[in-house]
């Protein structure tokens, strides 16, 4: 094996020698973005393009020559923007809290960590939040591969005005939390519903006598263990070490590949519909008259015109009328003619139908 050239002490003057120059060379990349805001401010533009973040760091990667790799850069640089875009406008982002919920882990690799954060007590709160302006944007949990949909979730959707413009998504790890170092007196379990749905077996073959009580986040159910040696709470391991609990047990999930698909959310006026990226995704909510074959009716404009869809999911309409709200995902963007066409016909066959949003799709 040969010798380094250089001592551990000079590599390390080295270093400190870039990281000056690094230093200076973001802080000239921060004196510009702030003349950014400046123009966009007279003109009136959005501060926050999420189109314009991907294409930053896409061109990054692709010129990167490593050894660092291309996720490590991506994460750098969504971080450096975040950061200059914090100087140009804050941006507010509403989420299900407190901290350490997987929400605010979706809002914080959707934005960066230079936001401002504003926790909600639910759902609802957030959505209020978002379509008040108390702020910017909102990023509400629709879609778990375990257990569906978030029901609150697409209710919320067909009277809210706000629309969808962009996801995440994000690998859920839940840990069972608690005080002490030992899964020993475990009398009760505290987590979101979804949490312990998706956790119900390793509960029953693990702790069959706690009993299990849903609240309104897993942050919180941290925050409860937190309060009582006989409690444990389902986690995150960043809500863990919010409230200083021990992990005893980590990935709880029944399904290993366990992912939440969260929703990037904000009034058309803050930002419109992004512009078609080559990945997208169309998510709408339609309903029509309850007749035979009504149902088969909708798929046809979408074989029609080569349009791929991606989600069906069906909710009651609570008309009393046995009627459905039917909530799809499309593959493409409005701005495709075939898609257009698509869109067109399908309107005309809809008693109901809104256009949630469209966006790029989470990689």
């Not at 870039?18 to 510009?32: P, T």
């Not at 140009?88 to 509403?94: G, K, Y």
């Not at 007590?121 to 509400?140: H, P």
């Not at 899964?183 to 299990?212: D, F, N």
Request: aromatic share 6%.
């Amino acid at each position: 094996m040969s010798q380094p050239t250089k001592s551990l002490a000079e590599l390390r003057v080295q270093i400190d020698a870039i990281d000056s120059e690094l230093l200076l060379l973001l802080n000239q990349r921060a004196h510009v973005a702030e003349q950014v805001g400046e123009v966009k401010r007279l003109e009136g533009s959005p501060f926050f393009r999420p189109d314009r973040v991907a294409k930053v760091i896409e061109r990054i990667q692709v010129a990167n020559k490593g050894p660092l790799k291309g996720e490590h850069v991506a994460a750098v640089w969504r971080e450096i923007m975040s950061a200059c875009l914090a100087l140009e406008a804050p941006v507010r982002v509403a989420y299900l809290g407190p901290a350490g919920t997987f929400s605010e882990q979706a809002a914080l690799q959707f934005f960066g960590e230079s936001i401002e954060k504003v926790p909600c007590d639910n759902v609802d709160e957030v959505f209020r939040a978002t379509a008040s302006g108390g702020a910017g944007y909102g990023v509400v949990a629709v879609e778990n591969s375990t257990e569906g949909v978030v029901s609150r979730s697409l209710d919320l959707f067909l009277t809210s005005p706000l629309h969808i413009v962009g996801e995440v998504s994000l690998m859920v790890k839940h840990n069972l939390l608690r005080l002490s170092d030992s899964m020993e007196g475990i009398e009760s379990v505290y987590a979101h519903a979804q949490a312990l749905a998706q956790c119900q077996g390793w509960l029953t073959a693990h702790l069959p006598h706690a009993k299990r009580h849903a609240v309104s986040s897993n942050a919180e159910g941290a925050r409860l263990a937190s309060t009582n040696g006989a409690w444990a709470g389902i986690a995150s391991e960043r809500a863990g070490t919010q409230f200083g609990l021990h992990a005893v047990a980590h990935g709880i999930q029944d399904e290993a590949f366990n992912r939440t698909r969260f929703a990037v959310v904000c009034l058309p006026q803050t930002l419109a519909t992004p512009p078609a990226s080559g990945e997208d995704c169309i998510s709408l909510v339609v309903s029509v008259n309850n007749r035979p074959g009504a149902v088969h009716d909708l798929l046809v404009p979408l074989k029609n015109h080569g349009v791929s869809m991606t989600r069906f999911e069906s909710r009651p309409a609570r008309s009393g009328q046995w009627e459905y709200y039917f909530y799809i995902d499309l593959q493409g963007h409005p701005s495709q003619p075939h898609v257009s066409a698509a869109l067109s016909e399908l309107q005309q066959l809809c008693a109901f139908y809104k256009v949630l949003g469209a966006y790029p799709v989470s990689v």
